[in-house]
């Protein structure tokens, strides 16, 4: 319980009064828990095509094709200044190698970029190795392995469902 708290920024004791946990030292398998009064969401992938979930609350990417899930890894979303936006969109486009700027930083030839809304994109991160936490501006930061992985196997216009 103290992982999962630490991972979401909460106290032990928030997630025993949000949960009804009677014994904070015994968690059952399979225990579904409320974070932030939201439960933790399963992927739940269209019955066709190639689709990309993210689930902020457990800093992963799934990429399904034909409702199968074919891959999935940890992100860093965005911090809670730079909030990554929640909804469906769809790849509108792609970049081998793109700068990026905002406040506080540019980075150039960042790689493997895929941006499915505004300013907001998927892609490779060598300047921390902390997948699994919050770290970003709002994009999707993964291991430039992964990107260019999800680069190549994505085409445009790939749906992409980001849920909290």
Not at 35 to 60: A, C, F, M, Y
Request: glycine share 8%; hydrophobic share 40%; proline share 6%.
């Amino acid at each position: 319980l103290g992982v999962i708290a630490y991972k979401f920024n909460l106290s032990i004791q928030d997630l025993v009064i949000a949960n009804y946990i009677t014994n904070p030292d015994y968690i059952k398998a399979g225990q579904v828990l409320l974070i932030d009064t939201q439960p933790i969401r399963e992927p739940n992938p269209l019955p066709s095509g190639k689709q990309i979930i993210v689930i902020l609350s457990k800093q992963t990417v799934y990429a399904f094709e034909n409702g199968q899930l074919i891959k999935e890894f940890l992100i860093s979303s965005g911090i809670s200044d730079f909030p990554t936006v929640v909804g469906n969109y769809t790849i509108e486009s792609k970049y081998e190698k793109d700068d990026m700027a905002g406040p506080g930083y540019y980075i150039k030839n960042v790689e493997w970029v895929m941006y499915f809304h505004l300013g907001y994109s998927f892609h490779g991160t060598t300047w921390h190795n902390n997948f699994g936490t919050p770290m970003s501006h709002g994009c999707l930061n993964m291991t430039t392995d992964d990107a260019h992985w999800l680069y190549d196997w994505a085409p445009y216009g790939t749906i992409v469902q980001i849920i909290p």
